[in-house]
């Protein structure tokens, strides 16, 4: 994969109340996909998603340390980062 694509970490929240975590070049893009039914398997079964969080990263390699980073956090610390009381260095 190119790291010259403009690639974001993202978060959606499920129509379940859970977090997803991923990386991609189009964001907006990538969450239709996932509405769509064409993401990850966690969201499949748990659609509508919408987006809550996102950060542009100069490299897919800083993207992906962010999304492996945010997959390790608890919920209640994902739901802070997206509410703004919590900063993602």
Not at 38 to 62: D, E, F, M, N
Not at 75 to 83: D, F, H, N, S
Request: glycine content about 8%; overall charge positive; proline content about 1%.
């Amino acid at each position: 994969m190119s790291e010259s694509k403009g690639w974001s970490c993202y978060i959606l929240e499920c129509a379940d109340a859970t977090y997803y975590v991923g990386v991609a070049t189009d964001v907006r893009e990538r969450k239709d996909e996932h509405n769509a039914g064409l993401g990850a398997k966690h969201t499949r079964s748990r659609r509508p998603v919408r987006l809550v969080w996102s950060r542009a990263c100069s490299s897919y390699a800083q993207a992906r340390g962010f999304e492996a980073r945010l997959k390790g956090w608890s919920r209640e610390k994902k739901r802070l980062l997206v509410v703004g009381s919590l900063r993602l260095d």
